[in-house]
């Protein structure tokens, strides 16, 4: 997340991380490419005018042996 997140559009301090998921590979080199990773995510819609992430299905499709850390409100 960038250290300074403002603009005309997103005043100074109006991001928000609400949830951070993780994924810690057992090498350095990683069981999987970060693109296979990447697209385990899924991020649906439940409604058709989402405003809040609550509004949102988060979902992540398991890896054999990469189990990924969710964590909620940062």
């Known amino acids: 997340m960038p250290i300074i997140d403002s ?3 997103r005043p100074d301090g109006s991001m928000e ?4 998921i993780w994924w810690k590979h057992n090498s350095k ?3 999987y490419s970060s693109a296979k990773v990447h697209r385990t995510l899924h991020v ?3 409604i058709d005018t989402p405003k809040s992430v ?3 299905e ?3 499709d398991p ?4 189990e990924p850390e969710i964590y909620q409100g940062m």
């Open 7 to 9: 603009s005309s559009a």
């Open 29 to 31: 080199s990683g069981q």
């Open 44 to 46: 649906q819609p439940k």
């Open 63 to 66: 890896l054999e042996g990469l």
């Open 17 to 20: 991380v609400c949830k951070v």
């Open 58 to 60: 988060i979902t992540v």
């Open 54 to 56: 609550g509004d949102y």
